[in-house]
């Protein structure tokens, strides 16, 4: 039987996952629309993640640094940054911000992806 404290993380790891992984796959000259899209997809994360004292968290973070969305770098590198924000308050390593682009990869064939590791 899992502790509620490894369920939260678990939840943690899947998400930052996904959010990494979008933002990384995020186009490199977004259109207005494409722009807007990210943007409430992730105020919208803010507000359904289901882990209550994360979610109010996260949303204080996201008024402190609002979303850049204006390329796939700025996207990125943002992510990384809200996602040391998070790191440091919770007493864990900072993570270098160099690597994002090789470590989030989609399996998708798309321009500038490996594919599957
Ligand atoms: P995680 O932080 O889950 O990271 C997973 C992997 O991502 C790491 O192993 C590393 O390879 C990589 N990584 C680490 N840092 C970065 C970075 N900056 N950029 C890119 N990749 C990176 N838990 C709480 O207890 N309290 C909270 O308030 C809380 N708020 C959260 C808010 C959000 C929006 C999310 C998504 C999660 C939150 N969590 C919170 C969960 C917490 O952030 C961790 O996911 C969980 O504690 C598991 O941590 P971990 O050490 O396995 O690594």
Redesign the pocket.
Known sequence: HLGN?TI??????A???L??TILARYPEKPTAEEREALSSYIYL??RV?P?G???S??QKLLKKFPPQTSSRIAASQW??????Q??S??G????D?GT?AE??QCGCADDGDVGMT
């Open positions: 404290e939260k993380a678990e939840l943690g790891r998400s930052w996952k959010f990494h994360f803010s993640y882990c004292e994360c979610a968290h996260f992510g990384c940054h809200v996602h040391n998070v790191n308050r919770l864990k390593k900072i993570f911000c994002i470590k989030y």
